[in-house]
Structures are given as C-alpha cells and as structure tokens.
Nanobody, 116 residues
C-alpha cells in the first residue's frame, strides 16, 4: 500500500513537500517514482529514484526545481517541489516497481494546485 500526503494549494513560486508512505512490501527493493496527471491527459513521469538512491531522473519540466529522495528506514519517498508554477497543477501519484518480479503498486494520489 502507498499513501501520499502533503498536497494542497500554493501560490506560484511557493514550495510543497510530498510524502509517500509504503507498507506491505519490501520497500528497499523497489524503485520509487512520482507521476502526475492533469484531467484529460495521461500520467506523466515526474521523477524516479532507484532502490538504493544511487540514481535519480527527472522530467525536463521539473529539473532544477524538484528533488526526489527516499528513506528506506522509514519506508517513505519524498518529492520536494520548489519554484512551483501553475503548470505544475495536477494530481500527483506515487508508484513503486520492481521489474525483477514484475510487480508495481500505485498510491491514490494527492492534489497539488498552484494558483494565486
């Protein structure tokens, strides 16, 4: 199970920190990702981090503004979002996947709204 939190309403230029708490599976074996979705569009990969935090990757639209991190001791992944723009408004989803066993999990999503 994945449970996101930390979404909300923020003004342009502001910051938010999303959290995703995992339970029921071996978190430290899974790559963790954040996706986002705007109504009427498909889900977009925002950021991903390998199971041991060795590598991260980001969508071009968020590079330099967002940072993904994880704490395997707490079974939690984070997304620090700075310099938010109106176009960052979306539902943000946490996803865990382990390709070796072809298993993935999705959270229920958290709404982020950037507006003045």
């Amino acid at each position: 199970q994945l449970v996101e939190s930390g979404g909300g309403l923020v003004q342009p230029g502001g910051s938010l920190r999303l959290s995703c708490a995992a339970s029921g599976f071996s978190f430290s074996n899974y790559r963790m990702s954040w996706y986002r979705q705007i109504p009427g569009k498909g889900r977009e990969l925002v950021a991903a981090i390998t199971n041991n935090s060795g590598r991260t990757n980001y969508a071009d639209s968020v590079k330099g503004r967002f940072t993904i991190s994880r704490d395997n001791a707490k079974n939690t992944v984070y997304l620090q979002m700075n310099s938010l723009k109106s176009e960052d408004t979306a539902v943000y989803y946490c996803m865990a996947d382990w390709t070796l066993i072809n298993r993935e999990y999705w959270g229920q999503g958290t709404q982020v709204t950037v507006s003045s």
